[in-house]
Nanobody, 116 residues
Framework: QVQLVESGGGLVQAGGSLRLSCAAS????????MGWHRQAPGKQRELVAR???????TYADAVKGRFTISRDNAKNTVYLQMNSLKPEDTAVYHC??????????WGQGTQVTVSS
């Protein structure tokens, strides 16, 4: 079982920045693939970014060049630095983790609202 707690969401103007954090309860954090998804009202949940156990990042095309995912294994935390935010980035952002056996765990989500 992995418990995930997100923080860092909020309201920001277009062009601004936010940094999301996700703290995981599991002591074997370094063995987890970590990532962020988002879900806007009326839309399906979509992958934003993920980072492998080897620190390889993957990004959705919509956020490439603007968002950066990183992890700190000593703090059991994954981060999502979001720059040049756009109104279309408005969504609930969910942290997730995936074990080596394919089990997935999700956080409750944090709201990000970008005003125009």
């Amino acid at each position: 079982q992995v418990q995930l707690v997100e923080s860092g969401g909020g309201l920001v103007q277009a062009g601004g920045s936010l940094r999301l954090s996700c703290a995981a309860s599991r002591s074997t954090f370094s063995s987890l693939t970590m990532g962020w998804h988002r879900q806007a009202p009326g839309k399906q949940r979509e992958l934003v970014a993920r980072i492998s156990v080897a620190d390889w990042p993957t990004y959705a095309d919509a956020v490439k060049g603007r968002f950066t995912i990183s992890r700190d294994n000593a703090k059991n935390t994954v981060y999502l630095q979001m720059n040049s935010l756009k109104p279309e980035d408005t969504a609930v952002y969910h942290c997730y983790s995936r074990t080596a056996y394919g089990y997935e765990y999700w956080g409750q989500g944090t709201q990000v609202t970008v005003s125009s």
